[in-house]
């Protein structure tokens, strides 16, 4: 009688052992799974910010803003007016290419210049300038009511962490009959520490007054770029002005972009632009 006890209990224990193997697993999945979906969890990183773009030397960035600007051929100065879009802020994702020049809708992230913050910038990127012999003293600062400021990004399609945030400041086309004389017209800035990579600028200046080798030595140096090569072409219809010089800056790897000085005649307008 003992003996047949132990053997129904052993065949028992046998028998849940069993059933424990088969259902087990599946039941213990269905209580973990009651405790993680349908339910918001929360957890802390200590990269949190970190890598919301890469880090990109000025050679670098350069070269991808350059790229971007060319994959979409922005309006670049009062002279292209007959080029000029009728908005100026409007997106260019459906542009095909490797690069893309987009108004950046999501604003400044933190940790890069603020709509406040820009104008004040900007002017004070024009001291330096102005102090580096760049621009004549006579360029007048820039302010919220005469001028527009638009916060755009260009991006690597293929490498979208390699991307540049610039704001873009314009002298507002809403003002009719405005005197332009000792003005910014257009400049692009770097988004986290206001540099300026293009500007066109009205001054008192003629061609023959401007030595564009000085010129673009003291903004490479300002850049902290490397050292430009002058870029020697025989195409007269690059520019649609005939004072101008080109120079080429290495970008990533063996790309290289250029940088030209120009000057417009009869409207005196000095510029500084990075293209192709």
Known sequence: MKKSTIN?????????????????????AKYRDRTVLDRIHTQTS????EGYRYKLDYNERLYILSQALNSQSPPESEQNA????EDETRDY???????????NH???????????????TCNQTMATLKELGMLPATVKDVN?????????????????????????VSLSTNIKNADKSNRLIDAYLDADDGKVYEFYARTELEWEDIDPDELI????DYMGLSSPIPYETENPLLESTPYYKKYVFSGSGDEKCIVTIGFYEGINELFLKISK
Not at 19 to 24: A, E, F, T
Not at 46 to 49: C, F, L, P
Request: contains cysteine; aromatic residues 12%; hydrophobic residues 45%.
């Open 8 to 28: 129904f209990a052993f065949l028992i224990f046998a028998v849940l052992v069993m059933i424990c193997s088969i259902c087990g697993p599946k039941m213990l």
């Open 93 to 103: 994702q459906e542009l095909d290419g490797t690069y893309a020049f987009v108004v």
């Open 144 to 168: 919220g009511d005469d001028y527009d400021a638009v916060l755009y990004s260009a991006i690597d399609i293929l490498e979208p962490r390699n991307n540049v945030a610039v704001w873009k």
């Open 46 to 49: 200590e990269m949190e910010g």
């Open 82 to 85: 007959l080029t000029r879009l």
């Open 106 to 120: 999501r604003g400044p992230t933190g940790k890069e210049i603020t709509d406040e913050q820009i104008f004040a």
């Open 217 to 220: 030595e003291k903004w490479s």
